[in-house]
């Protein structure tokens, strides 16, 4: 697609934002629902899980904020209002279901953060928004499933919300390459950057 | 892309929401900055101006709520925020810049509300959630520019919000198939419903 | 306060919006802290407390949906950001302590849903407006604690989402007659409704 | 009142939180309609207008971003949704009316961003929050009219989206002292500072 990138260069768009001083680290919906062969929202990405874990520990390591989001339901529904009817696979994420938990690595430690959302955005109807700007966070370091979904949503989100938002590529996946890769293109075009582990390495590194 | 239909459909995405009896129209950003071949955010989207107007002279025969959003910053950007950091583009939508004008036939008649955002969802720092509530409304008709930046925004916020997203395909477009129809897929599975304009000829006649 | 009410009538204020056909009950942070004379929150409201037991039992009866409200944070208080910091009586609500449950008669039944929020207004990073709209409320009929805190916030919020907010007197409560009378006094002049529970009967019969 | 400030202290209401080193300004609806004898929501607050300039003056030269609102509505009122229905006087600030104007001295500089914003907070429905967010702003000097209706609201959000509220005792003002007084109370327990002018002076020198 390197006239598509071409074309959305001369027309004005995937202008480069610099990350900021103070990222935070914002997981989406890294869950066994996507993780287990038997669910039918399971998304091969035991890869992208395993960059997670790295991430998370390298973040960790740099001592940035952490938040974990997760998706839970009432038993009818309601709380999902009409992505909850869109959608017949959300029922794998009623409350209670050991599909609602973490992955194995990237389960939350003490002081970090759980958003339990019901919508695509990890911004919407939660306490994000408020809970970064409370704790001066400029630049939000994005990775989880799925690429299509909540990645996507969350990082128009982020960045319509006042943040930087930085997809980092390896630890981000979904169900299918085309749409995997055709929300990394729209998202590193015109909502945020989309790099590489290795550059969130040295990132956070020069913090 | 057959096998990609039927791989979303096995795994529970894309269940069908019906159409509800309360809806409005929303007609995102046909401005005259996408139908001028002069300026850089030009898109060629003339059959779809031409379908929109079909599409908005139908809401107005039904007698049904219409808004039209359209964008425009400050000379320096500041209310753009990150947005206008990321993409340069935007800086041919200053207020006061005749590119932030309605298209030919969609200029706004008394009594519909005009939406000035600065972000790609319309309902992202805008009162249209509100507006839309308080009048009742139930569903979205959604059309304009462009499908993979602020209609895509718009149609996972109607979900979000609790609306009834009905995407009406021809008249809906950006400056190349390929987001537009990878976004038009995501939309169709996970975030609302994507019509034909003789579809929505039929709902409206429904009413 | 005579001359005061006068005053806001004359100047266009306090015009009656009338509730619509399709309501909520709204209870806002009934839970123990406020109920405990242990705690330093203790409000003294139980005889509002009984007319809270008694108005869930007629929305019950009239089918309408309920929704509860309460308050927790995780230990370090994060999640309840400039707040937490304003007020040192938050950390009475740390996750899992007995503070946080809900008053006796008050425990949410199935099908109700639960809203675990950590800032004054019900709405605030909540999926509350979401999942009203979804279900196509448009009055929100107000109880709980307290007037000047969190009924005030949320009733503000119910304006301001698009539905009407109509505060039951006696089933609304502060530590201090003052700020209680105030808050009802701004909430009847510009926000919504405040009536008695006589006339919430009423309504709820009439549906 | 001074049993009711020892109840709500001993209570653990009305902790101190420090102004941070990122204020902007936000003046609130300090337009005609409030200035004007010959208008029903004239509110008498000359002297308040007087401080409110001299703010703006030291905010100006200490450099910080201002922000000023307004209010502005569609003919029919439609945008004021619920709002507009409760208040009948709302119509004087139908768009087009002088009533809309900023007061005399408190006109908008270049640079300074407009907020026009149909309900009571400062922050529903518009893009305060991004814009702050996205220039690292973490503190609200807050000024305007008025105290009962649209400062509480704002200063209330402005503690909700993260930022810290610093109300300016006199360059805020209502119609009648009593619910001026009873919301500056309020304010002062609950959710942000409210000071002297001579105090912000010195926090804006102190930068």
Request: charged share 20%.
């Amino acid at each position: 697609m390197v006239e598509l990138d071409q074309d959305y260069s001369q027309a004005g768009f995937g202008g480069s934002i610099q990350p900021g001083a103070r990222p935070a680290l914002l997981i989406i919906d890294f869950v066994r629902a996507y993780l287990d062969p038997e669910c039918s929202l399971y998304a091969g990405v035991e890869e992208e899980l395993a960059q997670a874990v790295n991430l998370l520990g390298e973040c960790r390591e740099a001592g940035i904020p952490v938040f974990h989001t997760c998706v839970e339901y009432d038993a009818a529904g309601v709380e999902g209002g009409v992505f909850y009817r869109k959608v017949p696979a959300l029922a794998n994420l009623v409350k209670g279901s050991p599909y609602c938990a973490f992955g194995e690595g990237l389960e939350p430690a003490e002081g970090e953060v759980v958003i339990v959302k019901k919508y695509p955005s990890a911004f919407f109807g939660t306490h994000l928004a408020a809970t970064l700007s409370s704790l001066g966070v400029d630049t939000l370091l994005i990775c989880g499933l799925t690429t299509s979904g909540c990645v996507r949503a969350s990082a128009v989100d982020a960045l319509q919300y006042g943040y930087i938002p930085i997809v980092v590529r390896e630890a981000t996946g979904d169900r299918d390459e085309r749409p995997h890769e055709a929300n990394l293109f729209d998202i590193s075009k015109k909502f945020g950057e989309v790099i590489g582990i290795d550059d969130a390495r040295r990132y956070l590194a020069s913090l």
